[in-house]
């Protein structure tokens, strides 16, 4: 199956729940719920999706650049929100990342997130494989 290895982005929230920002075992990288969080551990663009989609997806893919993946190995994206009218703006950012690539995804709505500045979380999948 392949050695496991994980990496830690640094948020507050890894410690306390108890994860890794994203685990790889042989060619499988998961990427965890990522919030907008800068790197300080707070919010940034509070109360625009588009620059919280932005941040999620620029910390998804470094960490997923640390574990030897890049993002043209994603295979499926999920984007969370809490505001299900927000889907387009949200969208046309994973556009951004992922228009070349076209990885399946998944967009739902939650009622909230740990923090209630979070607009949007994102999660990402992906099969690093050197063709």
Not at 1 to 13: E, F, I, L, N
């Amino acid at each position: 199956m392949g050695q496991r290895t994980s990496v830690s982005t640094g948020s507050p929230y890894e410690s306390i729940v108890g994860i890794a920002r994203a685990v790889r075992i042989g060619d499988v990288v998961a990427v965890a719920g990522t919030a907008p969080l800068g790197p300080d551990g707070k919010t940034v663009g509070v109360g625009d999706p588009r620059v919280q989609a932005r941040r999620c997806f620029e910390i998804s893919l470094a960490a997923l650049g640390q574990l030897g993946g890049r993002p043209r190995d994603v295979i499926r994206t999920r984007i969370i929100l809490t505001r299900i009218d927000d889907w387009k703006p949200v969208a046309e950012v994973h556009g951004e990342f992922f228009g070349d690539i076209r990885p399946v995804n998944t967009i739902m709505q939650v009622s909230r997130f740990i923090d209630p500045e979070w607009l949007v979380e994102t999660e990402v999948d992906a099969v690093v494989t050197r063709e």
